[in-house]
């Protein structure tokens, strides 16, 4: 026999407040460079040496003394006599003579002496072989296309910092301070799983009373872009208790396990009835629309989400709790997607005392954001959802945002550009 939980109510602040506090930190792992980009950095990066390491040329040309062609013109043309080459990953060179240059390639150390590069296209080579000098038009500056040893980072100088999102060019940082494998946080691994007698799969034919499921695979997608692992996505029906005996053993598979649907006031609601026979989940109810009715517990310090049924809401909890959730787990500094403020192009009405996440589309109008609802809120449609580039965020304390009013955005993506 099922044992019906009664429901906490709590507001959307006191919510992410306690989800936060039990999602803590997974161990690190060392992963190779190839695989670090979008993990989270879980120790700081320090320059073992400056980079660049040693004073090298930024362009093809000759390398001097910017002050043995001081009286170089236009209408008196220097020339200096060349007294070699020096190519790119040569060891130390000779220190180059007073009234000298020599060729040099980018990237090429600059020998003792020199102090500009005068570029191929400024020269006019003059006399092959031993005689072989050049003919400067114009005198050089003192650091003319040098790249000084340490004018990116110094040797002891933090160049990444802990809980970073790693992108391609922060690979590139890794890679010239020799960070081969970085430490990152380890991809959470979840378990999902859709209830409902009345869903189908995607490929399946429709008969009367049924839907197909459209959140599972939003699930797992959102779980992917978040940084998550999904071991194991199933469709359960509205026996509560399987559902209680598969949360059960997904809570000994995985770090986060995720329900949909089942979660509500219907009679038959298979999560609800279940979560009884489970210590440490609490079934909520968050003054917050859409997303009201849920579950949350950590039990044996594994996450447990239970969500609405609607896609609405599943999408609006995943952005307010979930994600920030699972991004802390993996040791991100940065929770949330990001956010803006934008102006409300009409009025929205919401009540005092819940915290309304609003589908917008934004458009760049007079040097502002404006937001206009993505079609109906109705909780049950994909559209508004599929369309919205951000979650407009109306405060608890507001009971309508007045056509021209601000309010935060959690940016889900960019509008295309017109």
């Not at 209830?195 to 995607?202: A, F, R």
């Given at each position: 026999m099922s044992t019906v939980v009664a429901a906490e109510s709590l507001g959307y602040a006191s919510a992410r407040e306690r989800v936060l506090a039990a999602a803590l930190p997974l161990p690190a792992e060392e992963v190779p460079l190839a695989q670090a980009r979008g993990r989270a950095l879980r120790h700081p990066v320090v320059a073992p040496h400056d980079l660049p390491p040693f004073r090298n040329a930024?362009?093809?040309?000759?390398?001097?003394?910017?002050?043995?062609?001081?009286?170089?013109?236009?209408?008196?043309?220097?020339?200096?006599?060349?007294?070699?080459?020096i190519a790119a990953g040569s060891e130390v060179p000779a220190a180059l003579a007073p009234g000298t240059c020599v060729w040099i390639m980018t990237g090429a150390m600059l020998p003792a002496g020199a102090d500009a590069v005068v570029p191929i296209e400024e020269l006019e080579s003059t006399g092959p072989g031993e005689s072989e000098g050049v003919r400067l038009a114009a005198a050089a500056r003192h650091g003319q296309n040098v790249r000084e040893a340490g004018a990116d980072a110094r040797a002891g100088e933090r160049v990444l910092e802990v809980g970073r999102e790693l992108s391609p060019h922060d690979l590139a940082v890794l890679a010239a301070v020799g960070v081969a494998r970085p430490s990152v946080g380890r991809a959470p691994r979840v378990v999902a799983l859709?209830?409902?007698?009345?869903?189908?799969?995607?490929e399946a034919p429709l008969r009367p009373g049924a839907i197909r499921d459209s959140n599972l695979p939003m699930l797992i997608s959102l779980l992917d872009e978040s940084g998550a692992r999904t071991v194991a996505a199933d469709r359960l029906g509205d026996d509560p208790v399987a559902v209680a005996a598969r949360i059960e053993r997904a809570l000994g598979e995985a770090d986060v396990v995720i329900t949909l649907g089942g979660v509500s006031a219907g009679r038959h609601d298979p999560v609800k009835l279940g979560i009884g026979r489970?210590?440490?989940?609490?079934?909520?109810?968050?003054?917050?629309?859409?997303?009201?009715?849920?579950?949350?517990?950590?039990?044996?310090?594994?996450?447990?989400?239970?969500?609405?049924?609607?896609?609405?809401?599943?999408?609006?909890?995943?952005?307010?709790?979930?994600?920030?959730?699972?991004?802390?787990?993996?040791?991100?500094?940065?929770?949330?997607?990001?956010?803006?403020?934008?102006?409300?192009?009409?009025?929205?009405?919401?009540r005092t005392g819940r915290t309304d996440f609003v589908?917008?589309?934004?458009?760049?109008?007079?040097?502002?954001?404006?937001?206009?609802?993505?079609?109906s809120q109705v909780s049950g449609h994909v559209l508004p959802q599929s369309r919205a580039h951000a979650l407009l965020v109306v405060p608890e304390a507001s009971e309508r945002l007045a056509a021209g009013e601000e309010a935060e955005a959690l940016l889900l993506r960019w509008p295309d550009p017109a």
């Open positions: 930024s362009m093809d040309g000759v390398a001097l003394r910017a002050s043995d062609t001081a009286r170089a013109s236009a209408a008196s043309p220097l020339t200096l006599a060349v007294a070699g080459e859709s209830t409902g007698d009345e869903l189908l799969d995607v489970l210590p440490g989940i609490a079934l909520w109810r968050v003054a917050m629309k859409p997303g009201r009715p849920q579950a949350f517990g950590a039990p044996g310090g594994r996450l447990f989400f239970g969500l609405p049924g609607n896609p609405a809401s599943v999408a609006c909890v995943f952005e307010a709790l979930v994600r920030p959730a699972l991004r802390k787990l993996q040791g991100f500094a940065t929770l949330d997607r990001p956010r803006l403020t934008a102006k409300a192009a009409r009025a929205i009405e919401s589908r917008v589309i934004l458009e760049a109008r007079g040097g502002a954001w404006w937001a206009s609802e993505a079609g």
